[in-house]
């Protein structure tokens, strides 16, 4: 099997799943920053604006469309 086949990409590309980055921890596509990053900023109450100012590399949309993604596979497997 192909490294290249081993990439794997969720929320229409905005999540990027590659073993030669962080071993295959899932990220921000373009970036090397952990998506795990952004929920765990949330859950400890801070906010987007002060992720977004302490990770430039990341844009409002991608974050926000990266939360929506969530919230739909939550709704999904749940059936709303």
């Known amino acids: 099997m192909s490294a290249v086949t081993d990439i794997k990409s969720v929320a229409n590309g905005l999540v990027v799943s590659n073993p030669g980055i962080l071993g295959?921890?899932?990220?921000?596509?373009?970036?090397?920053?952990?998506?795990?990053?952004?929920?765990?900023?949330?859950?400890?109450?801070?906010?987007l604006d002060y992720f977004l100012e302490t990770f430039e590399g990341v844009t409002r949309e991608q974050a926000t469309a990266v939360l929506r993604y969530g919230w739909e596979r939550i709704a999904a497997e749940l059936g709303r």
């Open 24 to 47: 295959g921890t899932p990220v921000f596509c373009g970036t090397r920053l952990p998506v795990q990053t952004l929920f765990d900023y949330l859950a400890d109450g801070l906010s």
